[in-house]
């Protein structure tokens, strides 16, 4: 099977940094996209920042220029170091990843467990 692990987030104060890690592990054919995803307390979960096989990325508006993903395509690991950290961007951080196992016949998506991330004084 498949798993992906977070690890890295904690409290922090506004403006601090964080650098969020994200593993993938088990029987992995291919990795597509992986990214990442975070869900505030009674809103939608929305899409940080990705990153695709060639390393293209794509960010929200709100993570531009503060956030910065990046991959260790030996290690099967997503990063996401950010930066300039508000209080809006507490949430729960999700790993998430396009993947084709051995077993699979088709690339899905995979969902860490998430690691909590709280920006507070």
């Known amino acids: 099977q498949v798993q992906l692990v977070e690890s890295g987030g904690g409290l922090v104060q506004p403006g601090g940094s964080l650098r969020l890690s994200c593993a993938a592990s088990g029987s992995i054919f291919a990795i597509y996209t992986m990214g990442w995803y975070r869900q505030a307390p009674g809103k939608q979960r929305e899409l940080v920042a990705n990153?695709?096989?060639?390393?293209?990325?794509n960010y929200a508006d709100s993570a531009k220029g503060r956030f910065t993903a990046s991959r260790d395509y030996a290690k099967n690991t997503v990063y996401l170091q950010t930066s300039s950290l508000k209080p809006e961007d507490t949430a729960v951080y999700y790993c998430?990843?396009?993947?084709?196992?051995?077993?699979?016949?088709?690339?899905?998506?995979?969902w860490g467990q998430g690691t909590q991330v709280t920006v507070s004084s």
């Open positions: 990153i695709g096989r060639g390393g293209s990325t």
């Open positions: 998430n990843a396009n993947i084709r196992g051995f077993r699979d016949s088709r690339a899905r998506d995979y």
